[in-house]
């Protein structure tokens, strides 16, 4: 019986066409197994590029481009064009295998050809050729055919690589654009994430060269798998693995293990599918959690996406770490009394009006979670000799005497009024584990780890008993927008020789990247293990256009602007769910919402979207985390709002939580800013934020 293969790029082609023809392919294909060929109108094409090439039936006026198996079932889909441009493509287009990779790759042929002689003439007055500093040999090892190296050979510059990009084959692409960023073959290879075969992939086998490429195509099992392909389209595309993840993901660890990286580049993707793989080979409970609900009802989705089986998916646990906490504590004490801000507050002022303390509630309460629950100290003698690195006010014996008596007064007081608050009830959910000899997960997927707390990653290693790929870690320093700051061996996870880097961007165009990477620009960020991060290498091959930095006199009048952008969006093609605004506060949200609905352009606010794709959504930048958008806006970006006062300690109270609260407001506009795939919108009302100044 006939299989069904669809190549990723149609995937994504398919997610920007009109919901009818989007219909009407999903009902010819998902008749694919069990119709005739003569039934689904699957025709030779006279003049074809490639012998294999045929023709299916969408309907009147489109049709789709399918290469059809030498020898084998699977039939692979490669574009759904109008029927004039789809017969084009298949004339203009050739297939073949890499012989590094073996993969299977497309390349315009007739483009290639055309350029190849004005090509030849530039680069004979060049003063210099982009890659005249790399031998033949090394780029026939990295799979840079005959053809493709005759192009090489007459590139300029980088202007020239960039607009081949749409008529290359990818993979050998990739390796052009990464020598031309600089790297070494030895680099660029390990950047393809495979070993250098000792014999070359045999080039004519099609069929194998499909099997291989499950990066760039979709095996579809059945109908049903074939529905819920197309329900996602940009979700399918976006699962589907790059070498270099399947390699992190494939791996075997004798203990935990990290993936770090940039934003966009597949962090995320990564933690699913090893989750999938995890669950597969065990019979174990993988636990897969973050740090928000928002977050962890993303990551649940991907898994139902990623799972082949009601078995798989039922060994894969998705929640976020504040809920396991609480499910471990009302086993035993039933649901916990919670004490609120407000409240928690007003604790700390009695205490410090009580004590005549020379310290602000604030700090008390920082000093409690950043240095007392952060290196769980239990007496005096402990926080006397605990260190106090990245809490600006220097404290002597006396002072540490009178902090730790204020802390024993607040806890006490917890008891006797049996609260809690989310960090104590994640300690006693902790300890009750540690009690524990049978652990409730064989594995644990952390995704966006830089924002849990030391307390939460205590109760992560005793969730789950030491052994191999016991705990897998995925996450980006550069992205903390809270206040956790962790050393992962003082939490006892060893991750030292079992960290790997993701540095291509799969999402955001380079001009995004290059731009919001100004906002870190000489910002200092640790790596969790003891040591500074960096995103210097984290590069991105789409381009684009620049964003757009704007500012203006009120509100209103920023509201109009950005509402009037987002209408010309839509009218160029982009869907209502694939624009995203952001706000540093919520009471920001009704000036554009209503500017929005003026314009009859559904809305809805992120909290309560449940998963909607059919509204503009909004939400604060904090909320934007781990989400992404085709065009996003960034709005509200004044110096009264970025840093948002409320969030900064006071610099006389604490100069160095000052200066970091400073560096993870500067984070939090990174984020927001890095979810934007295409186009991007910031803008402010009267005066910018400092962040902004640099750039503007």
Same mark, same amino acid.
């Given at each position: 019986?006939?299989?069904?293969a669809?190549a990723r790029?149609c995937?994504?082609?398919y997610?920007?066409?009109?919901?009818?023809?989007?219909?009407?392919?999903?009902?010819?294909l998902?008749k694919?197994?069990?119709a005739?060929?003569?039934?689904?109108?699957?025709e030779? +094409?006279?003049?074809?590029r490639h012998?294999?090439?045929?023709?299916?039936r969408?309907?009147q006026?489109?049709r789709g481009?399918v290469l059809?198996p030498e020898?084998g079932?699977?039939?692979?889909?490669?574009?759904?064009?109008?029927?004039?441009? @789809?017969?084009?493509?298949?004339?203009?287009?050739?297939?073949s295998v890499?012989?590094?990779?073996?993969?299977?790759?497309?390349?315009?042929?007739?483009?290639?050809d055309e350029?190849i002689?004005?090509?030849?003439?530039?680069?004979?007055?060049?003063p210099?050729?982009?890659?005249?500093?790399?031998n033949?040999a090394?780029?026939?090892?990295?799979g840079i055919?005959?053809?493709?190296?005759?192009?090489?050979? %007459?590139?300029?510059?980088?202007?020239?690589?960039?607009?081949?990009?749409a008529?290359?084959?990818?993979t050998q692409w990739?390796?052009?654009?990464?020598?031309?960023?600089?790297l070494?073959?030895e680099q660029?290879w390990a950047?393809l994430?495979?070993k250098?075969v000792?014999?070359?992939y045999d %080039?004519d086998?099609?069929?194998?060269?499909v099997?291989?490429?499950?990066d760039?195509i979709?095996?579809v099992?059945?109908?049903?798998?074939?529905?819920?392909i197309?329900a996602?389209?940009?979700a399918s595309?976006?699962?589907?693995l790059?070498?270099t993840?399947r390699?992190?993901?494939d791996a075997?660890?004798?203990?935990?293990a990290r /993936?770090t990286?940039g934003?966009g580049?597949?962090?995320?993707?990564?933690?699913?599918?090893r989750?999938?793989?995890?669950?597969?080979?065990s019979?174990g409970?993988?636990l897969?959690?973050t740090?928000t609900?928002?977050l962890t009802?993303?990551?649940?989705?991907?898994?139902?996406?990623?799972?082949?089986?009601?078995?798989v998916l039922?060994?894969?646990?998705v929640?976020?770490v504040?809920?396991?906490?609480?499910?471990?504590?009302?086993?035993?004490?039933?649901?916990?009394?919670?004490l609120?801000?407000d409240?928690?507050k007003?604790?700390?002022?009695s205490?410090?009006?009580r004590?005549e303390?020379?310290?602000?509630?604030?700090f008390l @309460?920082?000093e409690?979670r950043?240095?007392?629950?952060a290196?769980?100290?239990?007496t005096?003698?402990?926080?006397l000799?605990?260190?106090?690195i990245g809490r600006?006010r220097?404290l002597?014996?006396?002072?540490k005497?009178q902090v730790w008596?204020?802390?024993?007064?607040?806890?006490?007081?917890?008891?006797?009024k049996?609260a809690?608050?989310?960090?104590? =009830?994640?300690?006693?959910?902790?300890?009750?584990?540690?009690?524990r000899?049978d652990?409730?997960y064989?594995?644990? /997927?952390?995704?966006?780890?830089?924002d849990?707390?030391?307390?939460?990653?205590r109760?992560?290693?005793?969730a789950v008993?030491?052994?191999?790929?016991?705990?897998?870690?995925?996450?980006?320093?550069?992205?903390?927008i809270?206040?956790?700051r =962790?050393s992962?061996r003082?939490v006892?996870?060893?991750?030292?020789?079992?960290?790997?880097r993701?540095?291509?961007?799969?999402?955001?165009t380079a001009e995004?990247?290059?731009w919001?990477m100004?906002?870190?620009?000489?910002e200092?960020?640790d790596?969790?293990d003891?040591h500074l991060d960096?995103?210097?290498g984290?590069?991105?091959?789409?381009?684009?256009?620049?964003?757009?930095a704007?500012?203006f006199?009120?509100q209103?009048d920023?509201?109009?602007?950005v509402?009037e952008?987002?209408?010309?969006?839509?009218?160029s093609?982009v869907e209502?769910g694939?624009?995203? +605004? @952001? %706000?540093?506060?919520k009471?920001q949200?009704?000036?554009i919402?209503d500017?929005?609905?003026?314009?009859s352009?559904? /809305?809805?606010?992120?909290?309560?979207?449940?998963?909607?794709?059919d509204?503009?959504?909004i939400?604060?930048?904090?909320?934007m985390k781990?989400?992404?958008?085709?065009?996003?806006?960034?709005?509200?970006?004044n110096e009264?709002q970025?840093?948002?006062?409320a969030a900064?300690?006071p @610099?006389?109270?604490d100069?160095?939580?000052?200066?970091?609260?400073?560096?993870r407001?500067?984070?939090v506009?990174? /984020?927001?800013? %890095?979810r934007a795939?295409?186009?991007?919108?910031?803008?402010w009302?009267e005066?910018?934020?400092?962040?902004l100044?640099?750039?503007?």
């Amino acid at each position: 019986m006939p299989k069904l293969a669809i190549a990723r790029q149609c995937l994504k082609e398919y997610g920007r066409l009109d919901k009818p023809l989007q219909d009407k392919i999903t009902e010819t294909l998902s008749k694919f197994e069990t119709a005739t060929h003569t039934g689904i109108h699957l025709e030779k +094409i006279a003049d074809a590029r490639h012998p294999l090439y045929r023709s299916i039936r969408i309907d009147q006026f489109y049709r789709g481009i399918v290469l059809s198996p030498e020898t084998g079932e699977t039939y692979t889909l490669l574009t759904v064009l109008p029927h004039d441009d @789809a017969y084009m493509w298949a004339r203009r287009h050739h297939l073949s295998v890499n012989r590094a990779t073996g993969g299977l790759e497309v390349r315009d042929v007739v483009t290639i050809d055309e350029a190849i002689p004005e090509l030849v003439r530039g680069a004979e007055s060049a003063p210099k050729l982009l890659f005249e500093d790399v031998n033949d040999a090394d780029l026939t090892r990295l799979g840079i055919d005959e053809e493709i190296l005759k192009v090489a050979r %007459t590139i300029t510059d980088t202007t020239q690589l960039d607009a081949f990009k749409a008529v290359l084959p990818e993979t050998q692409w990739d390796v052009l654009a990464g020598l031309a960023s600089g790297l070494t073959p030895e680099q660029v290879w390990a950047e393809l994430g495979a070993k250098i075969v000792e014999e070359p992939y045999d %080039t004519d086998d099609l069929d194998a060269a499909v099997a291989r490429s499950s990066d760039r195509i979709v095996l579809v099992d059945g109908p049903d798998d074939l529905m819920a392909i197309f329900a996602h389209p940009f979700a399918s595309w976006r699962i589907y693995l790059h070498p270099t993840q399947r390699t992190v993901v494939d791996a075997d660890f004798r203990g935990p293990a990290r /993936v770090t990286g940039g934003p966009g580049t597949g962090k995320t993707v990564v933690a699913l599918h090893r989750a999938h793989r995890l669950a597969s080979k065990s019979t174990g409970q993988v636990l897969v959690t973050t740090f928000t609900s928002t977050l962890t009802d993303s990551l649940r989705a991907g898994v139902k996406l990623l799972a082949n089986s009601p078995e798989v998916l039922e060994r894969i646990d998705v929640q976020h770490v504040d809920k396991l906490a609480h499910q471990i504590f009302r086993e035993i004490h039933g649901a916990p009394t919670m004490l609120d801000d407000d409240n928690e507050k007003q604790l700390w002022a009695s205490i410090v009006e009580r004590l005549e303390l020379p310290f602000t509630e604030a700090f008390l @309460a920082a000093e409690w979670r950043q240095v007392v629950l952060a290196q769980d100290v239990s007496t005096a003698a402990d926080y006397l000799s605990a260190k106090r690195i990245g809490r600006g006010r220097r404290l002597g014996a006396n002072q540490k005497a009178q902090v730790w008596q204020a802390v024993w007064e607040f806890e006490n007081a917890l008891r006797e009024k049996s609260a809690w608050t989310h960090e104590t =009830v994640c300690r006693e959910a902790t300890r009750i584990l540690n009690g524990r000899s049978d652990k409730p997960y064989a594995h644990i /997927v952390v995704d966006e780890a830089q924002d849990l707390s030391p307390e939460q990653w205590r109760l992560v290693r005793a969730a789950v008993p030491e052994h191999q790929d016991d705990i897998f870690i995925a996450g980006d320093t550069h992205q903390r927008i809270y206040d956790s700051r =962790v050393s992962l061996r003082e939490v006892g996870i060893k991750v030292t020789g079992r960290s790997s880097r993701l540095n291509l961007n799969y999402r955001t165009t380079a001009e995004i990247l290059a731009w919001s990477m100004q906002l870190l620009h000489g910002e200092r960020i640790d790596d969790m293990d003891g040591h500074l991060d960096s995103i210097a290498g984290c590069r991105s091959d789409v381009h684009g256009a620049p964003p757009t930095a704007k500012g203006f006199p009120t509100q209103s009048d920023e509201a109009n602007y950005v509402a009037e952008t987002v209408e010309a969006w839509i009218a160029s093609g982009v869907e209502p769910g694939e624009i995203g +605004i @952001a %706000t540093r506060a919520k009471w920001q949200h009704k000036k554009i919402q209503d500017a929005l609905f003026a314009r009859s352009i559904p /809305v809805r606010l992120l909290a309560k979207a449940k998963g909607a794709t059919d509204s503009v959504l909004i939400g604060t930048m904090h909320a934007m985390k781990g989400l992404e958008f085709r065009c996003m806006a960034v709005m509200g970006v004044n110096e009264k709002q970025m840093p948002a006062a409320a969030a900064l300690t006071p @610099a006389e109270d604490d100069p160095q939580s000052h200066q970091q609260d400073m560096q993870r407001e500067r984070c939090v506009l990174f /984020v927001a800013c %890095t979810r934007a795939r295409e186009d991007l919108l910031v803008t402010w009302n009267e005066t910018p934020s400092p962040f902004l100044v640099p750039l503007i």
